[in-house]
């Protein structure tokens, strides 16, 4: 069975610092990996993903995810926060399960950019 | 392209009533989750459905709680009897047919109270 593990609950940070989000999950076949964002009263929005390809791959805003395949992770990380990154974070993995695909979450970090 | 559409956005039982969900999934998606995202946690996957048909409900509480998708669209999800652990945001989200390793689409998401 496919889990995800989100390390931190919680992480402060000042702004203009780098951060890092951390995720791990555990998976017995090949799954692909996936960052949302949930800001304040809002829905989740994807943030990145990693399909296939180069194992780093970079969002809009500036977050780029690394997947390491060997360490089973999957970290978030921005090297100059704002405070409207201010958000919850969930890492989720989509893999096949019984024939179909099962997107899991794990618990979520949420990010508080202070200034 | 509509998004996915979730109805009420709120709503406040008291514990033993009823209340029921409804989701309008983006068109031609074939796969339509539910979830449930407590406060504080992450999204939790109560029951997937694929066209009109179950492929996962192992984490519904069937003696409460049932959904169903009635001609592959949209989806109802329902509680009876409330309990005040029900208390959360239920999610719908869908993904597109065939190709499961795209991104799921998120509703806004119905935030509902047991009191």
């Known amino acids: 069975a496919q889990s995800v593990t989100q390390l931190d609950s919680q992480v402060p940070v000042f702004e203009e610092a780098p951060v890092e989000l951390r995720c791990n999950y555990s998976s017995s076949v090949s799954v692909y990996l996936f960052w949302y964002v949930q800001y304040p009263n809002q829905g989740l929005q994807l943030l990145l993903k990693?399909?296939?390809?180069?194992?780093l791959v970079e969002s809009i805003n500036g977050f780029e995810a690394e997947f390491n395949k060997s360490q089973t992770s999957f970290h978030l990380r921005k090297p100059s926060v704002h405070i409207s990154d201010t958000a919850e974070y969930f890492c989720a993995v989509n893999a096949l399960s019984g024939g179909y695909n099962k997107l899991i979450f794990g618990a979520g970090t949420r990010l508080a950019v202070h200034p | 392209e509509a998004g996915v559409a979730q109805s009420p956005r709120y709503k406040i039982i008291e514990k033993r009533q009823s209340v029921a969900f409804w989701c309008n999934p983006i068109s031609g998606h074939a796969t339509l989750y539910w979830y449930q995202q407590i406060l504080g946690q992450g999204p939790k996957l109560l029951i997937q459905f694929q066209n009109n048909g179950v492929v996962d409900d192992s984490q519904l509480p069937k003696d409460r709680f049932s959904a169903e998708r009635l001609k592959g669209v949209d989806s109802t999800l329902k509680i009876q009897p409330a309990k005040l652990e029900d208390s959360a945001v239920y999610l719908c989200a869908s993904t597109s047919s065939g190709v499961w390793n795209t991104e799921a689409f998120f509703g806004q998401g119905t935030r509902l109270t047991v009191v």
């Open positions: 990693y399909l296939s390809g180069s194992t």
